[in-house]
């Protein structure tokens, strides 16, 4: 009995020896299998981390599926996997098998990504070419913002054979209904025809520009009209800038020919003027829209640039001109010959188109004065000098003719042609200066004649001119009888008209200039008057001149310069 409980004891041994190993060998096939699940867990979750599913995949690759938000949603996994992979692949273990393949095939479908969505626009963009306008869509927008710089060539040349073929079709042919007519049946109104063109350029930069910032997001941005539009350097500013650049490209140059050719052509420099001023106008706009650096820009300086030479090459003639074109020897007239009073018209018209064109409150006096000051200087300087020497030479082949007086006729009508701009203030003061040195002159002259015609010059040159020594009785000019006689004469004068208004100076065109000259002169000739009898009285004092009371008081103004002074309408200088 004892042998049998032995054996089945160590039968019992034993077989608990081999239940523990094969308890030990399940027990390690258990921890085995939870490695097994838990690395599977871990696959799968990678798998599903850093891989694309079918649908996914689909939508990248599949030429049927368009960019929908499907799509987007693709290569934004996408790009959120290549980016996270080169996270783990920067890691102590450095780039593994796994992360080099997952970074291969997420780069696989990111490139046929970009590239469908580059062919997408490059299709949208060949149809936005035809048209004229551009129509942005949120996924257009998605898609530029995703490739930027390589849809700008595209997008660029799109736009520049866009914008060209619509400026020709609009100059050669017009709206699509036959309105706006074609701008070429304008071209021979130089004015409109250049407006037209300069409009239309216009018109299209900014739609162009209002397009291009909705394209790339920018549409928030507000700028008041005729504000500088400020870049602020972000990357879709710069794509702006750089696209209305680029977007001009063929359209400088038919711009370019067309208004040049027009510039050139014209005789008129009003009509030249108003050209030029309209070219720069639209040059500044330019530059305040899309910058002085863009190529449109700097063509409009240029072209603005040509247009102004050609003015001054024009007014430059116009001024040589003058000097060419004599007096009438046979005309007795003092007015302004016809030559200037064209040429001042043409001036006058000219300074209406500056004066429009400064904007109110824009620019300050000085400014405005230095923009026009150079037109002053050919126009009327010329004018100035033609005037005197044209007088000059007139009066050397005809001396009775009035030179100083028609010389001060064409200087004061030059200075009211000037007078109602306030820009021409420097140029006024200076013809202002010559009319008051002419008047002086004239004044001269004036008080000569007038001690001619009243009778007292001989007498007064004698006055001036005699030996101290020598006593007026002595004089033939200042003799009793001689002097009585004279201030006969010039008694008599007094009761003249001559007196309130000299004839001579009736064709002077300003009234107050000849009564400024002609009291000017009435003054001097009451001084003299009172030198004669203050000289008369000294000598009869002294017994020089016998009866010198009697002869001054025979005959008004009797030797009473006061008396003199209401006789020539003096009396308020006395």
């Avoid at 650049?245 to 510039?263: A, Y």
């Avoid at 004469?489 to 208004?501: E, G, H, K, N, Y």
Wanted: overall charge negative.
């Amino acid at each position: 009995m004892r042998q049998h409980c032995d054996e089945a004891e160590t039968q019992l041994k034993l077989t608990e020896d081999a239940s523990r190993s094969l308890l030990e060998q399940a027990e390690s096939l258990r921890y085995e299998r939870q490695q097994v699940e838990t690395q599977k867990s871990i696959v799968l979750f990678f798998l599903d981390r850093f891989t694309l599913n079918e649908d996914d995949i689909e939508a990248i690759t599949s030429r049927e599926i368009s960019l929908v938000p499907r799509f987007f949603s693709a290569m934004n996994k996408t790009e959120r996997i290549q980016s996270e992979c080169r996270v783990l692949m920067s890691g102590e273990d450095g780039p593994t098998k796994a992360g080099l393949d997952v970074m291969a095939t997420t780069f696989s479908y990111l490139e046929q990504g970009y590239d469908k969505i580059h062919r997408w626009l490059a299709f949208q963009f060949r149809r936005i070419g035809m048209e004229s306008q551009l129509e942005v869509t949120s996924v257009m927008r998605e898609a530029i913002r995703r490739l930027s710089d390589d849809t700008l060539t595209f997008l660029a040349e799109a736009r520049q054979s866009a914008l060209l073929a619509l400026f020709l079709d609009a100059l050669t042919h017009g709206g699509s209904s036959g309105l706006p007519r074609p701008i070429e049946l304008h071209a021979h109104d130089p004015i409109r025809y250049v407006g037209d063109i300069l409009a239309w350029v216009h018109q299209a930069i900014a739609a162009e520009c209002e397009c291009l910032e909705s394209l790339f997001g920018l549409s928030g941005q507000a700028r008041m009209v005729g504000a500088v539009r400020t870049f602020n350097g972000s990357d879709e500013e710069e794509w702006v800038k750089e696209l209305l650049n680029s977007s001009v490209v063929k359209l400088c140059v038919p711009l370019k020919v067309r208004v040049l050719r027009t510039v050139r052509a014209q005789e008129s420099s009003i009509v030249s003027y108003k050209v030029a001023n309209l070219l720069q106008y639209y040059m500044l706009t330019m530059q305040r829209t899309i910058g002085d650096q863009s190529l449109l820009s700097q063509t409009l300086q240029e072209i603005t640039g040509v247009s102004y030479t050609s003015f001054f090459d024009s007014i430059e003639a116009q001024g040589r001109a003058l000097h060419r074109i004599p007096l009438d020897l046979d005309d007795p007239s003092v007015s302004p010959p016809h030559s200037i009073i064209d040429h001042a018209q043409r001036l006058r018209e000219i300074m209406q188109v500056y004066d429009s064109s400064l904007s109110e409150g824009s620019s300050d006096p000085s400014e405005a004065s230095m923009g026009f000051r150079s037109i002053l200087d050919v126009m009327v300087d010329p004018t100035v000098t033609m005037c005197a020497a044209a007088a000059e030479e007139k009066a050397r082949l005809r001396p009775r003719w009035d030179r100083a007086v028609f010389v001060l006729n064409c200087l004061g009508y030059l200075e009211n042609v000037l007078e109602p701009f306030s820009f021409t203030e420097d140029k006024r003061q200076a013809i202002r200066a010559m009319i008051e040195e002419r008047v002086r002159l004239l004044e001269d002259a004036h008080y000569e004649r007038l001690l001619k015609d009243a009778s007292l010059g001989d007498a007064t040159h004698t006055l001036k001119t005699r030996d101290p020594a020598t006593p007026l009785a002595r004089l033939p000019a200042t003799a009793p009888d001689a002097l009585a006689h004279a201030l006969s004469q010039f008694s008599r004068w007094l009761s003249t008209p001559d007196v309130i208004a000299s004839p001579r100076l009736f064709p002077l065109s300003s009234a107050l200039l000849a009564g400024q000259v002609h009291r000017g002169a009435l003054r001097r000739l009451v001084h003299a008057y009172g030198a004669l009898c203050d000289a008369v009285h000294a000598e009869s004092v002294r017994g020089k001149y016998v009866a010198g009371s009697v002869v001054l008081g025979r005959e008004r103004p009797f030797g009473q310069v006061e008396l003199l002074r209401q006789i020539v309408g003096l009396e308020d200088e006395s």
